[in-house]
């Protein structure tokens, strides 16, 4: 990769060592240029727009969260992400940074690889969000006619209609936003899926890693937990985050309370449907294999039992006419020899008999076997 090519990042610290340190960890895939204060890296982002500001939370004049602060109420550079720098990782913390719009944090003394990890994640997340922020803006025109148009009932019956026609997971944290969306609140839904999978998005795109930890802690709380302007709402396979509640109305919060809880467990109730659905698909698999395997066993054991039960009747005609030849050269009685003869034909007899009622047990051993593979055919 050129230099034209790489992500132009801005580290502030007013550390000048560990100014320097990120700057190694960064400067192979990244074109880096830094600042020792928040007012000068301010004056950098205006000036040069970087994808990316690195910022240490603790500087004197102006800290990490008011140059993110005046970063995000700037118009022209406020799509920028913030990746605080810190020593600190309190629930507080992350929730102040959360408030002014940061990413995410990097904890001191920094590991480069975690380091490296952290800033490739969030570059990715800002291609993304680049290439879905006009699906986002039509859906907040849609979401907007909405609302001139549609009662908060309404609303609410607009968003669960869409439910019915997901088929996946994303489909489904899809249509939630989108219904979320309807009732002008920005938010962040986690999905628990199968397998210990989980899917976090937002209406921009992948959830950032604050978001989903501020969702992981909430998640402990109440079914539905509400901090000023935020509120969350927690069943068992959904997690959401409200961001953006309408304090100052408490009215409207309180019937926003409501019918966003009526889609989230709409929500739940459909995300587990799809889930039954994936694990019933998945044990028809499984059964549906082992009905195959079922299926060619048994027809190998009716080919043997054929077989074998051939051979017996074979041999016993043979013994039977070897005892008779034998008998003559024993030179034994008339009586004695049609004795020895009625005694073999019994046994001979009882062995018959004893074939043939296997043979009734083998005819419908492979009447099952046809009703099998009859039935492996259909699918």
């Not at 990490?64 to 406020?78: N, P, T």
């Not at 026609?165 to 989108?178: Q, Y």
């Not at 030849?325 to 018959?352: F, K, N």
């Amino acid at each position: 990769m050129n230099n034209q090519e790489k992500p132009l990042v801005l580290i502030v610290d007013d550390d000048l060592f560990m100014l320097d340190f990120i700057f190694d960890a960064l400067s192979e895939t990244c074109n880096v240029i830094t600042a020792e204060n928040g007012k000068a890296a301010l004056q950098l982002t205006q000036q040069q727009r970087p994808k990316l500001v690195l910022a240490d939370v603790i500087m004197p004049e102006m800290d990490g969260y008011e140059l993110c602060r005046q970063i995000k109420s700037d118009f022209d550079i406020s799509d920028t992400p913030v990746l605080f720098l810190s020593a600190l990782d309190g629930i507080e913390d992350r929730l102040q940074g959360f408030d002014v719009g940061g990413e995410d944090f990097v904890l001191k003394p920094a590991n480069p690889k975690v380091l490296q990890a952290k800033v490739a994640h969030v570059l990715q997340l800002i291609e993304e969000r680049q290439q879905l922020k006009s699906q986002a803006q039509y859906a907040t025109n849609t979401a907007m006619m909405a609302m001139t148009s549609m009662s908060e009932t309404g609303l609410l019956i607009e968003g669960l209609k869409h439910f019915n026609r997901c088929n996946t997971p994303v489909e489904l944290a899809k249509s939630l936003l989108n219904a979320l969306a309807l009732f002008e609140v920005d938010s962040v839904v986690e999905f628990l899926l199968p397998a210990g999978k989980s899917l976090a998005v937002n209406t921009r795109g992948p959830a950032s890693a604050l978001e989903t930890s501020i969702l992981h802690h909430m998640a402990t709380m109440d079914r539905i937990t509400q901090f000023k302007s935020r509120m969350s709402i927690t069943f068992p396979h959904i997690r959401t985050l409200i961001c953006n509640m309408p304090e100052h109305d408490p009215d409207r919060c309180g019937r926003l309370r409501d019918h966003l809880a009526i889609l989230i467990e709409a929500t739940e109730a459909k995300l587990e449907a799809l889930n039954t659905m994936v694990q019933a698909k998945q044990q028809g698999l499984a059964i549906e294999e082992t009905i195959r395997s079922l299926t060619a066993a048994l027809s190998k054991t009716d080919e043997l039992q054929r077989n074998g039960r051939a051979s017996a009747s074979i041999i016993l005609n043979t013994v039977t006419t070897r005892i008779e030849t034998a008998l003559v050269s024993l030179q034994l009685t008339e009586r004695q020899e049609a004795s020895l003869i009625s005694i073999l034909r019994s046994g001979l007899e009882d062995i018959s008999n004893t074939l043939h009622a296997d043979a009734d047990f083998q005819d419908q051993l492979s009447s099952a076997i046809k009703a099998l593979q009859s039935t492996m055919n259909e699918t």
